[in-house]
């Protein structure tokens, strides 16, 4: 008896058509390929990046830096994406191109982490962290490039390309666009 009387007021109930749960894949921006894809690229760009951290010396300090500085964006960023892409809360910004958005970031990340990853292969002691933070650099693009073809593949190009003129259907004549003139002279005086 006392169930029925505190029920309706004690127990939360989602209202209808929203759901409790967090992450809500697949759904119109990420499928499940793709969930698992950013995941990788979430753990491969981390490690990549402890791994540069815990370089002790280095040869050429740029390259190193500009990797910390790839390989870090590419972490936040991208474990951003996954927390956005996968749960409600990508409604709630305000951007309505996450398509868009999400092809080409992944296919930058992708591009930068190949350019970081080769100065620093090219730049460095050859110590074996160093060698580790490189492979885990050029995995962690090959993990983007993947994102980049699975979203190809499943949802195409993002970017309509020029709209096509509609082709007439029948082969007949065409009809007049112009009309003659209804003054009733005919070019004759």
Not at 48 to 55: G, I, P, Q, R, Y
Not at 96 to 115: E, M, Q, R
Not at 142 to 156: E, K, L, M, Q, S
Request: aromatic share 14%; charged share 15%.
């Amino acid at each position: 008896m006392a169930d029925s009387v505190y029920n309706t007021t004690t127990t939360t109930e989602a209202p209808e058509g929203r759901s409790r749960r967090w992450f809500i894949v697949p759904n119109p921006n990420v499928d499940f390929i793709r969930f698992f894809v950013k995941i990788a690229e979430v753990l491969l760009s981390f490690v990549a990046f402890v791994l540069e951290e815990s370089v002790n010396s280095c040869t050429s300090c740029s390259a190193l830096y500009f990797f910390e500085f790839v390989s870090c964006t590419a972490f936040l960023f991208t474990l951003l994406f996954l927390i956005l892409l996968s749960t409600p809360m990508h409604k709630k910004v305000g951007i309505s191109c996450w398509p868009k958005l999400d092809f080409v970031y992944s296919a930058l990340i992708a591009v930068f982490l190949i350019i970081a990853s080769a100065a620093f292969a090219a730049h460095n002691s050859g110590s074996e962290t160093e060698r580790a933070t490189v492979v885990f650099g050029f995995l962690a693009a090959i993990a983007f490039i993947i994102d980049v073809g699975v979203f190809y593949r499943t949802n195409g190009f993002p970017f309509p390309g020029p709209k096509k003129q509609p082709v007439l259907s029948s082969p007949g004549p065409v009809p007049e666009i112009e009309k003659l003139n209804s003054n009733g002279s005919n070019g004759t005086n």
